[in-house]
C-alpha cells in the first residue's frame, strides 16, 4: 500500500518517520493509502529550504511570477479532472461537487495572474518642495498554510496562488485525512516552471504544525479549520511573532422572510445544507422561517431531502456522498440523539440510508429538525454534517437577533423579495459573508473570503485584496536629490512646504 511523503525543495520525498495516518475512501470504509507525518528534521528542512529560495523568488520580477501562475493554469484546466476524482476518493463528495471546488480554486490561480497590477504601489510627488514619497508592498518571505480536510484542494488555493504571485515561498501542511490533492498541485506547479523550494508540502498532524508555528524563519501562518484549532494557531503564532490569519468553523443562518419565493428558498436550502454532506464551512446549518412560511418550507425540504439521492461520489446520479471518517459519522449522528433528547422535532431522518452494496461506507441521509429553539445544543454548535435546523418566528427583528447572538459569523443569508427588507439585513448583520437570496454567499476570487466573530481570527481574510496585503508588508520611502548644497540643520519637525 502507498504511504504518502512530502514534497520538499522541489520533488517528492518519502517521509522518515514511523508515525503515519491512514487515508481512507468514504464511501467503503477501506484504507487506501497511509500518509507519513513530518517529523522536526522534515520541518526544519522545508523551512531551509523554502527560506533560501524566497530570496531569488522576491527579486524575480512580478510579471515571471505572473506568467509561472499562467503556465500552473493552463495545467490545472488540463488536470482539474485528475484532481477532481483524487478528492472524490479521499473525501467522499460528489464528482461534480470536487469539480466545482477545483474550478472555484483555479479562480484564485487567474486573479494571481494579475499580480503584477494588483502589487501595483502609490506615487505622490512633491510631499515637500523637491521630495517625493512612495509605497510599495514586498514579500514576507517563508509563508505557511494549513487547511482542513472538507476542500482538499481549494482552501491550500485560497492561500498559495496569491502568497507565491507576491513573491514569497509558501509551505503547506494540508489536512492528514486528504493528503493527494496538495501533492499533485506541487507536482503541476513545478512543471509550470516554478523555482525549486518556493512551494513546498509537509504531511503531518499537530506536532508537525507546532513546529511551523515556533520556527524563527516562518514570517506568517494562514488557517481554516475548526474553531478551538483556529484559536490555538493565532495564540500560537503571535507568541513567535508571526502574522496569522486563522479561520474557524461556523453556524450560517439563513432567514426565509414571509414574502420569500418558496421555490428560490427551498431550492437554496436544499444546495446550501445538504451538498457535500453538509461538510462545508459556508453550509446553511440554521434555517429562520419567519411567520407563516415555516408550514409550507418545512414540508417542502422533508420531501426533497426524502427524495436526495445519496450515493457513492463517483456515481454519476449521486447528489451527495458520505460523510468523511467512521469518527466524524458517530460525532454527526450522536448529534442526531442529542436533538432529540432535546425536544426538537426529527421531520427527516437520515439515519440508515446506505442499502447493502454501500455497507462499510460512511452515508448519512440528510436530517432535518424542525421547532429547534437557541439553548439546543443543536443549535449552537457547529455538527458539520447534513442536519438542517429550523427555528420559527413571527419577529423578523428576532430573526436578526438570533444571527448576531450567534457565538459564529461566517456566512448569513436572507430570502425575501422586499428590497428594503433585504438592505436593512446587509446593513446590520454581524457576519463577514451575506447573501440576499444567494444561500452560500462564497466571495468571488478577487474579493476575499472570511467571517467575523468565532468564525476568524486575526485582522484579514483571503484571497483578494485582503490576501494581497497579507502577504505583503508596506515600505513607505521618502526621497529627494538636492542639488544645493548649503541647506544648514534642521531641528524642527520636519513639515510639508
Ligand atoms: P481541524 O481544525 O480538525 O483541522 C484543520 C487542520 O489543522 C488540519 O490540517 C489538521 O491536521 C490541523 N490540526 C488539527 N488539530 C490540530 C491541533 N490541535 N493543533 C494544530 N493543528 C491541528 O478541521 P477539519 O476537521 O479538518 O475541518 C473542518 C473544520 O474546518 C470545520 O469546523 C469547518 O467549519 C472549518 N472550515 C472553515 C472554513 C472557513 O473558511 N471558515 C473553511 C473550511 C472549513
Redesign the pocket.
Known amino acids: 500500500m502507498t504511504t504518502l511523503g512530502h514534497h520538499i525543495g522541489g520533488a517528492r520525498v518519502p517521509g522518515t518517520s514511523d508515525h503515519h495516518g491512514p487515508v481512507y475512501n468514504p464511501a467503503t470504509g477501506e484504507i487506501t493509502k497511509h500518509v507519513c507525518f513530518g517529523t522536526r528534521n522534515e520541518v526544519d528542512r522545508a523551512v531551509a529550504v523554502a527560506k533560501e529560495a524566497s530570496v531569488d523568488w522576491a527579486r524575480t520580477t512580478p510579471i515571471r511570477r505572473a506568467r509561472v501562475m499562467f503556465r500552473f493554469l493552463e495545467l490545472l484546466e488540463k488536470h482539474k479532472g485528475d484532481l477532481a476524482a483524487v478528492i472524490t476518493e479521499e473525501h467522499g463528495k460528489v464528482l461534480s461537487d470536487a469539480n466545482g471546488e477545483v474550478m472555484r480554486g483555479i479562480e484564485v490561480v487567474e486573479y494571481a495572474t494579475g499580480i503584477p497590477h494588483v502589487m501595483a504601489g502609490h506615487f505622490t510627488e512633491n510631499v515637500g518642495t523637491g521630495v517625493d514619497s512612495w509605497a510599495v508592498r514586498q514579500p514576507l518571505g517563508v509563508c505557511v498554510g ?6 482538499p484542494a481549494m ?1 491550500p488555493m485560497w492561500m498559495f496562488p496569491v502568497a507565491i504571485a507576491c513573491g514569497n515561498s509558501f509551505i503547506l ?5 486528504v493528503p493527494s490533492a496538495s501533492l499533485m498541485l506541487a507536482d503541476l506547479l513545478y512543471e509550470a516552471g516554478l523555482p525549486e523550494g518556493v512551494f513546498n508540502v509537509i504531511n ?3 506536532p508537525t ?2 513546529r511551523l508555528l515556533e520556527h524563527p524563519d516562518v514570517q506568517a501562518v494562514s ?8 484559536k ?2 493565532q495564540l500560537g503564532a503571535i507568541t513567535h511573532n508571526k502574522r496569522v490569519q486563522a ?4 453556524k450560517n443562518h439563513a432567514v426565509i422572510m414571509p414574502d420569500a419565493d418558496l421555490n428560490t428558498a427551498v431550492n437554496g436550502l436544499m444546495g446550501a445544507a445538504y451538498g457535500s454532506a453538509g ?4 453550509a446553511v446549518s440554521v434555517a429562520v422561517a419567519v411567520g407563516e412560511i415555516a408550514g409550507p418550507l418545512v414540508e417542502r425540504i422533508a420531501e426533497d431531502a426524502r427524495r436526495l439521492k445519496v450515493r457513492p461520489g463517483t456515481d454519476p446520479e449521486a447528489e451527495m456522498g458520505p460523510l468523511v471518517t467512521a469518527e466524524h459519522y458517530q460525532k454527526v449522528t450522536s448529534y442526531i440523539e442529542t436533538g432529540l433528547s432535546e425536544g426538537a422535532e426529527l421531520v427527516v431522518d437520515g439515519r440508515g440510508v446506505q442499502d447493502e452494496s454501500y455497507k462499510g461506507g460512511y452515508f448519512l441521509g440528510p436530517c432535518l429538525f424542525d421547532n429547534v429553539t437557541p439553548d439546543m445544543r443543536i443549535y449552537k454548535e ?1 455538527i ?1 454534517g447534513p442536519v438542517l435546523s429550523v427555528v420559527r418566528t413571527d419577529s423578523p427583528e428576532y430573526a436578526l437577533e438570533l444571527v448576531n447572538d450567534h457565538e459564529f459569523g ?1 456566512g448569513a443569508a436572507i430570502f425575501t423579495r422586499d428590497g428594503e427588507a433585504g438592505r436593512q439585513f446587509v446593513s446590520h448583520v454581524q457576519a463577514g459573508m451575506v447573501g440576499v437570496n444567494v444561500p452560500i454567499p462564497v466571495p468571488v476570487a478577487y474579493h476575499s ?3 467575523w466573530k468565532a ?2 481570527f486575526g485582522d484579514h481574510h ?1 484571497h483578494g485584496p485582503e490576501g494581497v496585503r497579507f502577504y505583503t508588508r508596506l515600505k513607505t520611502v521618502t526621497s529627494r536629490w538636492p542639488h544645493d548644497e548649503s541647506q544648514s540643520a534642521s531641528y524642527a519637525m520636519p513639515v510639508q512646504s
Open positions: 494549513i487547511t482542513p480536510f472538507n476542500f482552501v501542511k494540508p489536512s492528514e485525512k503531518g498532524d499537530r504544525v507546532e488557517f481554516v479549520g475548526s474553531t478551538p484549532v483556529a490555538a494557531i479561520l474557524g468553523g461556523a461538510e462545508r464551512c459556508m457547529e458539520f461566517n473570503f472570511g467571517g468564525s476568524l483571503m
